[in-house]
């Protein structure tokens, strides 16, 4: 079965960075479109970024310029590495597959706390 285990998470002060990764199995990765969303508490998902298998890579608005998606797919390996980051960037950020609009497989999620 699909597996997606995300790691990477912690607290950092505003203005720190963080790099997530997510290691991918039971799937042929390089064939998926894998994403990153976040839920912030007390809110729902939101979708951060996303790339397909050919490298190409999307941000949503707030995180362009801080957020860099990667993948290995040789390693079957997502990545998410997020500079000056911000106290709304804060959440719990899940590594998942995107297939027709739709986030089909998940991971369990990693914490970011954005704090002093």
């Known amino acids: 079965q699909v597996q997606l285990l995300e790691s990477g998470g912690g607290l950092v002060q505003p203005g720190g960075s963080l790099r997530l990764s997510c290691l991918a199995s039971?799937?042929?990765?390089?064939?998926?479109?894998m994403a990153w969303v976040r839920q912030a508490p007390g809110k729902g998902p939101e979708w951060v970024s996303h790339i397909h298998g050919d490298f190409r890579p999307f941000y949503t608005e707030s995180v362009k310029g801080r957020f860099t998606i990667s993948r290995d797919n040789a390693k079957n390996t997502l990545f998410l590495e997020m500079n000056n980051l911000k106290p709304d960037d804060a959440g719990l950020y899940f590594c998942a597959t995107l297939s027709d609009y739709k986030f089909a497989y998940w991971g369990q999620g990693t914490q970011v706390t954005v704090s002093t």
């Open positions: 039971g799937l042929t990765f390089s064939n998926y479109v």
